[in-house]
């Protein structure tokens, strides 16, 4: 995955800003270790990151609304979940 400079410098100002940012991903938690690497290679600030748990088939939408339901603000790259947090969501 190619990181977005783009975002990552709005993920700065936020987090410099006193925003808490929360990752969210479909992907399974059992790549925990490998994702928490990329996003500190890549020097993108967090405070949370929510993945897919062990045994959770669910759609990415069904997870997706759950993971991000207390978000403010949603980055998210897929227009139905943009279209799910209409007025919450910047498509990237």
């Known amino acids: 995955m190619r990181p977005r400079s783009d975002v990552i410098s709005v993920l700065r100002m936020l987090s410099k800003a006193g925003m808490k940012i929360m990752i969210v991903t479909a992907r399974p938690d059992v790549y925990r270790a490998d994702t928490e690497w990329w996003l500190r290679r ?33 980055f998210d790259d897929k227009p139905d979940n943009c279209a799910r947090f209409a007025g919450r969501c910047v498509r990237v």
């Not at 062990?54 to 978000?71: F, H, I, M, T």
């Open 42 to 74: 890549q020097a993108i600030p967090y405070h949370t990151l929510r993945m897919r748990g062990q045994g959770d088939n669910r759609p990415d939408s069904a997870l997706r609304a759950e993971q991000a339901a207390d978000a403010s603000v949603l």
